[in-house]
């Protein structure tokens, strides 16, 4: 009886530390596009005006400046693109912590299972 109710207590405290993780990581993310989106915003007007006066400043040009600035927006797509990629490919596995302490877990009873008590 009292290997079961360790059991249910250490289920009890791994399934609070993944909510906890879980949370962790929603707030997280949640707070990081937030600031994407609005850093995002800003700096496609940013570069709209930016166009708009090089544009304005070089009107005999306008052709060539205009598409000077479409290949440098596309390579700079391009370039974010592949390491945004790259970024994805090297992130930890969801629940890292998580699964860590369960195998701790696993390991411990395992050892306990091998040198308890013997039965009567």
Same mark, same amino acid.
């Given at each position: ?7 249910? &207590? *250490?289920?009890?405290?791994? =399934?609070? $530390? +993944?909510?906890?993780? *879980?949370?962790?990581? /929603?707030?997280? &993310?949640?707070?990081? $596009?937030? =600031? @994407? ?7 496609? #007007?940013?570069? %709209? =005006? %930016? %166009?708009? @006066? *090089? ?7 306008? $052709?060539?400046? %205009?598409?000077? &600035?479409?290949? =440098?927006?596309?390579?700079? &797509? ?6 945004? /990629? !790259?970024?994805? !490919? ?7 912590? !998580? #699964? @860590?302490?369960?195998?701790?877990? #696993? /390991?411990? +009873?395992?050892?306990?299972? /091998? ?6």
């Amino acid at each position: 009886m009292a290997k079961a109710a360790s059991l249910l &207590a *250490i289920g009890q405290t791994r =399934l609070e $530390l +993944l909510g906890n993780e *879980i949370e962790v990581g /929603r707030v997280t &993310a949640m707070r990081q $596009l937030m =600031l @994407a989106l609005s850093m995002l915003f800003c700096v496609a #007007l940013g570069v %709209v =005006l %930016v %166009v708009i @006066a *090089i544009t304005l400043l070089f009107w005999e040009q306008r $052709l060539i400046v %205009v598409a000077l &600035a479409g290949g =440098l927006f596309w390579a700079l &797509a391009l370039y974010f693109y592949f390491t945004m /990629r !790259s970024t994805a !490919s090297k992130t930890e596995p969801l629940f890292a912590t !998580s #699964l @860590a302490e369960l195998q701790e877990d #696993l /390991r411990q +009873l395992k050892a306990a299972s /091998r040198h308890g008590p013997a039965p009567d």
